[in-house]
């Protein structure tokens, strides 16, 4: 059965076996991570116990809300572009480059002021968000992820990320070891961040190129603004109602209760790699197809929600019979009131799964202001149920309205617009996969 998803009736193409290279590449390193990360974030949060682990996930939620202004979230644009243009590449990454380096120092300073109005009178929250905010100086550099996934070799954002990433992890274990404060934290997220912006830098001048020979225009800027705006809209929404719930917590509740949230949250979310994944290996390959012929097109978005449909479903049904064995011996017995969270939690991974992959149908489709209307209706919805189900349920509460969030924006909003609808109608065969299957009426379309 698998092979229809992963081979055509005949043989494996050429294009097709580079994408499994690319994909085996970003899988066994995303796997890598995702386990060590598992591991030091557990040992981190035994540490500093669901109050100083309150304190610090706060920050840095709060300070993702403004991640996508510093990005201008524009790398499917950019990577959709470079397929398509790769001649001009130097001009796309120019143009990116400038966009990002003043959307950055804007994240930045919208940021500490931010937190300076919304938490007056909390001194450490306000400095764990002036450290980690310091990130926001250094995406500019990334539209060099884009170029490597347009040439679909990942295998080198791989080796940057990685590279980087086991440095951050010896040194927060000297943290923990040494005692240190929560402060010391926000610093180690902040180096990461300067790090890998300098490791891809490296690999990109490894491969003959200088982002010296980058250039831009004025209607080059105008042109990337205007494709990536609405990106930038949605991916607010998208941010915002995605890690809401731990902002009203904190403050409806306490920081305890955030601690013990984010660490049910972070561990249902540890495989939230696997669809971004497929996405960045499929992407470039959808693209194509689209410009072939529309049934050929249709039937690889079939398989390719079908796929990620598949991946969730065998998550929830090995992770929730699991949920009090993992968050008791993961994260020790003070968590323990995280295990129902998590039990919820992990259902909505089907709607993020399905979500992140019709965001790159959007793109293809240039649909990206449906984008927003979509995560703008899963916003609301989600901060209207947490104000009701938070002071009833607490963090249950709050995992409940992320989940009916979750599917409103990212799949029942699809059907009420007729541009939408026939892409709504693949999601709705994805989640029936399940039933397709046991009743022997796959098809791919």
């Known amino acids: 059965m698998f092979h229809k998803w992963i081979q055509s009736k005949n043989q494996v193409n050429a294009e097709f076996a580079q994408i499994l290279r690319n994909t085996g ?33 706060y920050a840095l939620v709060f300070v993702s809300f403004f991640d996508p202004l510093s990005t201008v979230r524009m790398s499917q644009v950019v990577t959709r572009d470079l397929v398509q243009k790769p001649e001009n590449s130097r001009l796309i990454l120019g143009t990116a480059f400038v966009l990002q380096w003043a959307g950055g120092i804007l994240a930045a300073a919208l940021c500490v002021l931010g937190i300076l109005w919304f938490a007056p009178g ?55 070891m040494g005692q240190a404060t929560v402060v010391a934290f926000a610093i180690a997220l902040a180096i990461e961040s300067i790090l890998y912006a300098f490791a891809l830098v490296y690999f990109y001048t490894r491969q003959h190129q200088s982002i010296w020979a980058w250039r831009t225009n004025l209607p080059s800027l105008q042109y990337l603004l205007q494709e990536s705006w609405p990106l930038v809209l949605s991916s607010t929404a998208v941010v915002i109602y995605l890690n809401i719930d731990q902002i009203m917590l904190g403050n409806m509740v306490d920081k305890h209760a955030v601690g013990i949230y984010a660490s049910a949250a972070t561990l249902s979310e540890a495989t939230a790699f696997l669809p971004v994944i497929l996405g960045s290996s499929l ?47 993961l994260y020790g017995a ?26 790159k149908w959007i793109v293809t489709e240039g649909l990206q202001r449906y984008n927003f209307y979509a995560r703008l209706t899963g916003l609301i919805s989600n901060i209207l149920l947490n104000l009701v189900l938070i002071p009833l349920y607490g963090g249950v509460g709050a995992a409940i309205a992320t989940l009916i969030s979750y599917a409103m924006g990212g799949y029942l909003f699809f059907w009420c617009l007729p541009a939408t609808r026939t892409n709504a109608y693949l999601m709705t065969k994805a989640i029936l996969l399940p039933v397709r299957l046991l009743t022997g009426r796959y098809t791919a379309v």
């Open 334 to 359: 003070e968590y323990k009131a995280g295990i129902p969270i998590f039990a919820v939690h992990i259902l909505g991974s089907l709607f993020t799964y399905l979500g992140i992959a019709q965001s």
């Open 25 to 57: 590449w970003l899988f066994a390193g995303k796997v890598l991570r995702m386990f060590i990360s598992l591991f030091i974030g557990t040992w981190i949060a035994r540490y500093l116990r669901p109050e100083g682990f309150g304190q610090l996930q």
């Open 122 to 176: 909390q001194p450490l929250i306000q400095l764990l968000v002036g450290i980690t905010a310091l990130k926001f100086l250094f995406n500019s550099l990334q539209p060099i992820e884009s170029w490597f996934e347009s040439r679909v070799a990942s295998k080198y954002v791989v080796f940057a990320e990685h590279g980087v990433f086991f440095l951050i992890v010896l040194l927060k274990c000297g943290l923990v």
């Open 283 to 329: 992407f470039p390959r959808i693209i194509k197809s689209r410009q072939l012929a529309r049934p050929v097109y249709q039937r690889r978005l079939q398989q390719y929600y079908d796929l990620n449909t598949l991946v969730a479903y065998s998550l929830i049904a090995v992770l929730i019979p699991t949920s009090g064995f993992l968050m008791t011996h």
